[in-house]
C-alpha cells in the first residue's frame, strides 16, 4: 500500500531538482466560490506539469543496471515529457509511446528532452499493451504514467508542500485521469487532515471513476472524447483505484465548455495560462460542481502545456 511515509521519501528525492511551486489566491474566487481557496499552481513545475515528481522519483530509485538499459513510459503528453526530463538529467535513455493525435507542443518537448518518440492510435490500440511490450522487446524499464507506487508518492508532494504552506484544509479538489495524482495527494492529505474531503473532478464525457466509485469497482468506458486530453483515460488505474476508493469522498464532473470558462478566469483573473486538464478542478468550483465547500478549500492547477494557437482557439471557443 501506499502511505505518508512513501510520500515524505519522496519529497526527499526530488527536493532541489523539482520545484517547490507557489500557491495561488483570488479574493474574486474567494467570493465567488464561498470559501477561502488555495490553488496550488503546477503549470509552474518543471515540463510545466506535475507529472515530474512522479517520474523524477521513479527514475531515482532504480537499480544502476536499470539505468543504464533505459526506461520506457506511455503518456498523452506530460507523463511522456517528465520521464524524458528525468531519464536524461540522470543519464539515461527513454523511449516514449504517445498517442498519434497529442499536442504537438508535448511530441516536441518530449523529442526536446531527448527522447526517442514512438506513436499509436488511441482510439484502436491498447497502449497499455503496446508499452508493455515495447519496454520487453527492448529490454527497458517500464514507467507507466499514474498505476506505479513511486509515481503515485512522488504526485503525492503536491498535497504536501501545499498543506504544509497554507495549513490546514477542509477539502481538496484534485483533476482525476488515471486517478496517481489522487491517490499520492490523498494519502498525504488525510494523514495531515483528517476529515479533508478528497474531491476528484473529471470531464462528464470521461466519467470513468465517478462510475467506478458508483459501483465499488473499475468500470471501463469508451476512450473518451475531450478537450482535457490529459484525462482521456477509459478506466481508473488498478493500485490507484485501490487507494482512492477509500480515501477519494466524490468525483465531479465538468463539461468542456466549464474547462474552457476556468481557462479564460486562469488567464483573465490569475494572469496565468492551464491546459484543459489542469484547469478542470478550478472548473468544478467556479461551476458550484461541489456544494457544502468548507471555509479552506485547496484547488490542484495540474498543468499548463498548452500550444498558443490552441490555447486562443480553446478560449474563442469559451
Known amino acids: 500500500m501506499l502511505t505518508f511515509d512513501d510520500v515524505q521519501a519522496a519529497a526527499q528525492r526530488i527536493e532541489g531538482t523539482a520545484h517547490r511551486t507557489p500557491v495561488l489566491t483570488s479574493r474574486t474566487l474567494n467570493a465567488l466560490a464561498g470559501a477561502e481557496v488555495f490553488l496550488k499552481a503546477e503549470n509552474f513545475q518543471r515540463i510545466g506539469a506535475f507529472k515530474f515528481r512522479g517520474a523524477f522519483n521513479a527514475v531515482t530509485r532504480l537499480t544502476p543496471d536499470q539505468r543504464a538499459r533505459g526506461v520506457a513510459a506511455y503518456s498523452s503528453g506530460n507523463h511522456a515529457q517528465a520521464v524524458a526530463l528525468a531519464a536524461s538529467i540522470t543519464g539515461t535513455s527513454a523511449v516514449i509511446l504517445m498517442p498519434a493525435d497529442a499536442p504537438p507542443t508535448k511530441v516536441a518537448a518530449t523529442r526536446g528532452y531527448g527522447a526517442e518518440v514512438v506513436t499509436y492510435d488511441r482510439y484502436t490500440e491498447d497502449r497499455t499493451a503496446l508499452g508493455t511490450k515495447l519496454a520487453e522487446d527492448r529490454g527497458l ?27 490546514p484544509l477542509g477539502a481538496l479538489l484534485v483533476p482525476v485521469g488515471g486517478g496517481g495524482l489522487m491517490a499520492g495527494c490523498a494519502t498525504a492529505a488525510t494523514a495531515l487532515c ?60 465538468v463539461s468542456d465548455d466549464e474547462i474552457k470558462a476556468a481557462m479564460r478566469f486562469a488567464f483573465e483573473r490569475l494572469k496565468i495560462v492551464l491546459e484543459p486538464s ?29 500550444g498558443l494557437e490552441r490555447f486562443v482557439e480553446l478560449l474563442d471557443q469559451g
Not at 142 to 167: C, F, K, N, R, S
Not at 280 to 305: D, I, K, Y
Open 194 to 253: 483528517p476529515g479533508i474531503r478528497m474531491i476528484g473532478v473529471e470531464p462528464a464525457a470521461g466519467d470513468d471513476h465517478a462510475r467506478s466509485l458508483a459501483a465499488g469497482r473499475r468500470v471501463e468506458i469508451e476512450v473518451p472524447r475531450t478537450i482535457a486530453d490529459g484525462q482521456a483515460i477509459p478506466t481508473p488505474g488498478e493500485l490507484t483505484f485501490a487507494v482512492n476508493r477509500r480515501l477519494m469522498e466524490s468525483c465531479a464532473l
Open 141 to 167: 524499464t517500464l514507467i507507466p504514467p499514474y498505476d506505479h507506487y513511486d509515481v503515485m508518492a512522488g504526485q503525492g508532494t503536491v498535497a504536501l508542500e501545499l498543506i504544509e504552506e497554507i495549513g
Open 278 to 306: 489542469g484547469a478542470s478542478a478550478l472548473a468544478a468550483l467556479l461551476a458550484g460542481r461541489v456544494t457544502g465547500l468548507p471555509e479552506r478549500v485547496g484547488v490542484v492547477l495540474s498543468g499548463g502545456n498548452v
